[in-house]
């Protein structure tokens, strides 16, 4: 999917269509939504690839080009526009980034913070209070260092080592369709793959950390609530839905 969504952006560069595009769309307010930034010499990682963006070199000339062709909006001028008590005077953009990475911190808060570019952080609480990654890494964790060429789950051959893509696909696409509580799922992928959950020393290394949070929060960068375990919100009831919000919420005040 990654690769697809590279080769349309590249695309859509290259035709021209992308500035008849944000022609297009006026004044619209426009969200881009990060996840991680790469180090610029791409290392291999144990975790989930496709939630990593640019490289730091592209994420700098993605910022420096917003910057100089768009209002980069705060959370605060965010609200206002949403109450209609604010309008950017040119294109509104909101620079947000999900699920608290490190690379949050090393890679993109210094360019961030050089252009003055506010963005917005999005913190499951639980990882950041626990050290856990989210049940995304860990399935890829499973799949990328078992030492078996097939495993069965759920009935189904796969086959990690050949097709890691599918692989993840399916064991995604079989929780979103079956509405399943992620963590049994995790120990029966656990189980087939015949590989035990990451250290926490290695979770870690790979999360911000509450004071490394302060730091951004007091530099342009909000914190944000986005669930308190990052459970799958659509297969839980409305008082479970409210309290993985509300919980994540007062987490951040204190």
């Known amino acids: 999917m990654k690769g697809k969504k590279d080769t349309l952006a590249k695309w859509l560069h290259y035709t021209g269509l992308i500035r008849w595009l944000n022609f297009k769309c006026g004044k619209q307010?426009?969200?881009?939504?990060?996840?991680?930034?790469?180090?610029?010499?791409?290392?291999?990682?144990?975790?989930?690839?496709?939630v990593f963006g640019p490289d730091q070199n592209?994420?700098?000339?993605?910022?420096?080009?917003?910057?100089?062709?768009?209002?980069?909006?705060?959370?605060?001028?965010?609200?206002?526009?949403?109450?209609?008590?604010?309008?950017?005077?040119?294109?509104g953009v909101v620079l947000t980034f999900d699920d608290g990475y490190i690379d949050n911190y090393t890679l993109a808060y210094p360019i961030l913070k050089h252009y003055q570019a506010p963005a917005l952080f999005f913190i499951p609480t639980l990882s950041i209070e626990k050290r856990q990654l989210g049940w995304w890494d860990y399935f890829a964790y499973f799949l990328k260092t078992t030492l078996k060429k097939v495993i069965v789950f759920e009935g189904k051959r796969l086959l990690p080592k050949t097709n890691l893509p599918e692989t993840m696909h399916f064991v995604l696409n079989f929780i979103y369709k079956n509405k399943l509580e992620v963590s049994d799922v995790l120990k029966r992928l656990s189980?087939?793959?015949?590989?035990?959950?990451?250290g926490r020393d290695m979770q870690d290394r790979e999360l911000m950390?509450?004071?490394?949070?302060?730091?951004?929060?007091?530099?342009?960068?909000?914190?944000?609530?986005?669930?308190?375990?990052?459970?799958i919100l659509s297969s839980l009831d409305m008082d479970h839905q409210r309290n993985e919000i509300v919980d994540s919420k007062q987490i951040i005040e204190q």
């Open 191 to 198: 189980a087939s793959c015949e590989v035990e959950f990451p």
């Open 58 to 91: 592209e994420f700098q000339k993605q910022v420096e080009w917003l910057t100089k062709n768009s209002d980069i909006c705060s959370q605060e001028e965010l609200i206002a526009i949403v109450r209609g008590e604010y309008q950017p005077p040119g294109r």
């Open 29 to 50: 307010l426009i969200a881009i939504n990060y996840h991680r930034i790469q180090s610029n010499h791409h290392p291999e990682t144990l975790f989930d690839d496709e």
């Open 209 to 231: 950390s509450w004071e490394q949070l302060k730091e951004v929060s007091a530099n342009g960068v909000s914190i944000g609530a986005h669930s308190h375990t990052h459970k």
